[in-house]
């Protein structure tokens, strides 16, 4: 007879410290039990720090698998624990499927045996006690967990970018050099106005390691992109503060995690040294929000991230003047004098003119290259007629078909499938809407002749460029070069660099 042995030591275990010897302790019963009774092991599978509720144990899976092949014919487990603490598990496999596959389920110390009459209440009773005790173990590590949480001690498994654990104290963060660098970088580029994809750019540009490449042992050469940047520059524990539980897990059986609302989360000052200064990440956060906003309709201005420091080459970041209840004036400035330290000056300009000046510019360009002025955009009338004459067909089918469906009410109610009261209430819907359409029809009659006008100015509106999109702006401008402004003549140097 072949059998199986598995073995399984978890997280929860409280022998975990003597890990391998328990595993090797597990092996050594199961193979000498079957040895005595004369069965020839067949494999040895084994899963360490897996719970006895996760279903996706891989040496567990590689066992069922070849248990439903029939590859043997007893599956030996020192405990029923150590095959399953899920009760769900357990009715499927030792009470459903083994039966069907052939498979007699032996736990040496429980004294389990399938084979055995009458100890399938005990099998269950067994089941239920071992979930019971992962219930309790699950609730009791995470009252542990939520204790170290409130008196700010850091319990993720891996320390969060720009930090690394105390050796001497695994719930403790400390600064990691090479990576605070830059992360402080990344909040450097945020105030002078970069946006995030455009700081991935830069990161993989100077090789840069991501922060998975930067923790992996084998120096994975992962890229930066702006998800990752992004959430560098959202997270406040850079300035030293212990944010902890902003997930869960639906339950101590599911691997599924829920957001947790930000009141309830895990928040304590002072924890740890700080990578970025409080103003300088309020900035961010503020310049995450309103960076490229030119007025209160939350649109991006037309130049944003385009605007460069002739003389650090910093973006320059935007301003206003203007007192409560007054027109504010927008200006632009350069993003590292903005941060302060002294990096350098001002160079303040308005945005107002240079946008007009630049799209003056573009305006220019256009019409010399595309010959907008001996353009003819008038539309051709065939065309006009053409389109004006499908629309009314559309609109005659739909009225037509609002007959056909009224008929139709008539003898559903002459047949009794419609009552006295429906029939009003649909007829009446149905008069409605056709009344509605026959209506639309009569007014294009009379509009179309101002429709082809209006479609005209559309067409001259276009080619004109009255209105720039700023998809037009970024496909012809590199980047726009700010001068300091000339203190005695008041010139400002304005420097346009072209795409083409």
């Known amino acids: 007879m072949l059998c199986a042995v598995y073995a399984r030591l978890s997280k929860e275990d409280e022998e975990k410290k003597t890990e391998s010897e328990s595993i090797q302790n597990q092996k050594s019963i199961l193979v000498r039990y079957a040895l005595e009774r004369g069965w020839e092991v067949y494999q040895i599978y084994c899963d360490e720090d897996y719970s006895g509720a996760d279903g996706l144990r891989p040496d567990f899976n590689r066992m069922m698998e070849d248990a439903r092949q029939g590859r043997f014919q007893v599956i030996l487990c020192k405990s029923q624990s150590r095959f399953t603490r899920d009760m769900e598990l357990v009715e499927k496999y030792i009470h459903g499927l083994f039966p069907l596959w052939g498979i007699r389920f032996i736990a040496v110390a429980d004294n389990v045996d399938t084979e055995v009459r009458g100890n399938k209440k005990a099998r269950q009773i067994n089941g239920l006690i071992n979930e019971w005790y992962l219930e309790d173990l699950s609730e009791n590590v995470r009252m542990v967990l939520d204790l170290k949480r409130r008196e700010g001690q850091y319990i993720g498994a891996a320390a969060l970018y720009g930090y690394r654990k105390d050796p001497h104290d695994r719930n403790r963060l400390l ?19 970069r946006g995030i994809q455009e700081i991935a750019r830069l990161l993989n540009r100077r090789g840069t390691p991501s922060p998975a490449g930067y923790r992996s ?22 300035t030293g503060v212990m944010i902890q539980g902003r ?12 957001s947790v609302p930000k009141d309830r989360w895990y928040r304590v000052e002072g924890t740890h040294e700080a990578i970025i200064d409080r103003n300088i990440f309020d900035d961010v956060q503020r310049g995450l929000g309103l960076r490229a906003r030119s007025d209160g309709r939350g649109e991006a201005h037309l130049l944003s991230s385009l605007v460069k420091c002739m003389d650090c080459g910093g973006t320059m970041s935007r301003t206003s003047s ?51 002025e001996r353009l003819e955009v008038t539309p051709h009338p065939s065309i006009c007629r053409e389109a004006l004459e499908q629309e009314k067909k559309a609109l005659a089918l739909q009225i037509e078909r609002r007959g056909q469906a009224m008929r139709s009410l008539y003898l559903d109610k002459a047949s009794g499938i419609l009552s006295e009261a429906q029939f009003l209430e649909l007829n009446q819907a149905f008069q409605k809407e056709r009344s509605r359409l026959e209506q639309r029809l009569s007014q294009m009659e009379e509009e179309a002749p101002a429709g082809r006008e209006d479609l005209m100015e559309r067409a001259w509106e276009l080619l ?32 346009v660099i072209w795409r083409f």
């Not at 402004?485 to 420097?495: A, H």
Request: charged fraction near 35%; proline fraction near 4%; aromatic fraction near 8%.
């Open 217 to 238: 042992e084998e120096k994975l050469d992962g890229l930066w992109n702006k998800t990752t940047v992004w959430r560098i520059l959202r997270n406040e524990m850079y």
């Open 247 to 258: 997930r869960k897990k639906l339950s101590y059986k599911s691997k599924k995690l829920l």
């Open 175 to 193: 600064v990691d050099p090479p990576a605070a660098a830059v992360v402080r970088q990344i909040f450097l580029w945020s105030v002078e106005g």
């Open 322 to 372: 203007g007192r409560k209840g007054q027109a504010k004036a927008y200006y632009l400035r350069c993003g590292r004098y903005a941060a302060g330290g002294g990096q350098c000056t001002r160079h303040s300009i308005r945005l107002e003119p240079l946008i007009e000046g630049i799209l003056d510019r573009i305006r220019q360009y256009v019409r010399k290259y595309a010959a907008i």
């Open 464 to 495: 004109e460029l009255k209105t720039v999109p700023r998809e037009l702006v970024v496909r012809l401008i590199e980047q726009i070069e700010i001068g300091e402004r000339d203190p005695e003549t008041g010139r400002q140097e304005v420097k």
